[in-house]
C-alpha cells in the first residue's frame, strides 16, 4: 500500500513519534522471507471514525483521506522516502520560467468501470474542486495555478483555470508563478482525476456510497453504504498495475477507543492497530513488536459556525488540556493472518 498522504503536506501541527509493530506467529507461507505468498491475501484494519465521503473534491477528514489514497491514482504517488514518482504521469516537461507543466499520462490507465482515464478527467476535476459551488476545504492547493485563487473567490469561472487537454492523454498546466515543489502537490488526493460521466449520473449523491463511485486505484470499495462502520476493498482488476497489488482484500472496522481496538486484536478480527498512552507502555515491549519511526502532520479544527465552539476560551481550554508528550507516542500492533 502506498504512504498515507498525511505525510505529504504540512498542514498545522507536527507530530514525531513512534510506531510499534506486533507482529504474530503466522503459517510459513506468511513469513516474510518467504518467496511463496499465502493464498489468503487479506488483511484486517481499523480506522477511528467512519468515512464521510468517497469524493475526492470534498473530503477532509483523515479516514476518508485514506480510503480514496487507496483506490485513487493521480499524476504523481509517494513512495517509502516520501520522494515523489510518477502515477499516471509518463513524461513531465517543465517550461524553462518553471510556469507551465506539459503532462503525458499513460494509455492504459482504466476507471473499475471500464472507461479510459483521460486528460480530460483531470481537466474536469481540477475545475469542479476550485469552483466555490463544490465547497471544496483543500482549494488552496491549487493556489500557484493560474487564474485558481480568483475563481475560489468567483471573480472567474471554473474553465478559466490554468489546465487543460492538448490530446486525448497530454495536459498542459499553467502556473502563476513558479513552484519548485508542484509534483508534490499533484501527488495530493484532491488533485487526483475525476469520471465526469459518472460523476454527472449521480450528481450530488456521488461518493457518498460505494455504490455511488467509480475507481482508478488498485482497490474498489465494495461495502460501504454510506453509514455503516465496515466496509472492505478489494483488488481492482481494471487498475493498469494491478500485477503489482498483492492484496486481494483489505476489510475496515470503525474502532473508535484504543480499548476497542486491541479487544478486536486480540480476538483475531484486526491484524493492525495503533496504541498510544498506557497502551504503549505496557505493550511497547512485547516479543512481537517492532518499533519504527512514525513522522506525520494533523491536526483537529473546530466548527466555529455553530454551538459552543463560537466560544474562543472553550476551544483555548481544550489546547490547554491536551497532554503534547503524549500525543509525541504512537504505537502500533500487527499481525499477519493466520493461514
Known amino acids: 500500500m502506498r504512504i498515507s498522504n498525511f505525510k505529504k503536506l504540512l498542514l498545522s501541527t507536527s507530530i ?3 510506531m510499534v509493530l506486533l507482529v504474530g506467529c503466522g503459517s510459513k ?23 464521510t ?9 483523515k479516514t476518508s483521506f485514506i480510503q480514496v489514497d487507496e483506490t485513487f ?27 507551465t507543466y506539459t503532462i503525458d499520462i ?12 483521460t486528460a480530460n478527467d483531470f481537466v474536469y476535476s481540477w475545475q469542479r474542486a476550485v469552483n466555490p459551488k463544490t465547497a471544496s476545504q483543500y482549494t488552496y492547493l491549487f493556489d500557484n495555478v493560474k487564474n485558481a485563487s480568483a475563481i475560489v473567490n468567483g471573480k472567474l469561472l471554473p474553465s478559466k483555470l490554468g489546465i487543460k487537454a492538448i490530446g486525448k492523454y497530454q495536459l498542459k498546466v499553467q502556473l502563476a508563478r513558479p ?37 482508478n486505484g488498485p482497490f474498489k470499495n465494495v461495502g460501504w453504504t454510506g453509514t455503516n462502520d465496515s466496509w472492505k476493498l478489494v483488488k481492482n482488476n481494471q487498475y493498469w498495475d494491478k500485477k503489482a497489488v498483492k492484496l486481494s482484500q483489505i476489510n475496515y ?5 484504543p480499548s476497542t481496538a486491541y479487544n478486536l486484536f486480540q480476538s483475531g478480527k484486526l491484524d493492525l492497530i495503533s496504541l498510544v498512552g498506557e497502551q504503549a507502555k505496557q ?37 490547554l488540556a491536551l497532554n503534547r508528550s503524549q500525543l509525541g507516542s504512537v504505537w502500533k500492533l500487527f499481525k499477519p493472518n493466520q493461514n
Not at 515543489?181 to 488526493?189: D, G, I, S
Open 53 to 61: 465521503s468517497l469524493d475526492l473534491s470534498k473530503i477532509y477528514d
Open 29 to 51: 507461507s506468511s513469513n516474510q522471507n518467504s518467496k511463496k505468498l499465502s493464498g489468503n491475501q487479506k488483511i484486517n484494519l481499523s480506522t477511528t471514525a467512519e468515512i
Open 179 to 215: 513552484t519548485t515543489y508542484f509534483k508534490m502537490v499533484m501527488a495530493r488526493e484532491t488533485l487526483y482525476p475525476l469520471d465526469k460521466k459518472v460523476v454527472e449520473k449521480y450528481g450530488k449523491n456521488y461518493g457518498t456510497s460505494a455504490k455511488t463511485t467509480v475507481y
Open 283 to 319: 505493550l511497547g515491549k512485547s516479543k512481537d513488536a517492532v518499533k519504527r519511526p512514525l513522522a506525520a502532520t494533523e491536526y483537529l479544527q473546530y466548527n466555529q459556525r455553530k454551538g459552543v465552539f463560537k466560544n474562543r476560551n472553550l476551544r483555548l481550554a481544550f489546547s
Open 73 to 99: 491514482e493521480g499524476l504523481y504517488r509517494y513512495d517509502e522516502n516520501g520522494n515523489v514518482d510518477p502515477a499516471l504521469a509518463t513524461k513531465t516537461r517543465i517550461s524553462k520560467d518553471g510556469k
Open 16 to 18: 514525531i513519534g513512534t
Open 106 to 117: 499513460r494509455h492504459n490507465a482504466k476507471w473499475s468501470n471500464g472507461d479510459p482515464v
Open 253 to 257: 472496522t470503525v474502532a473508535k477507543s
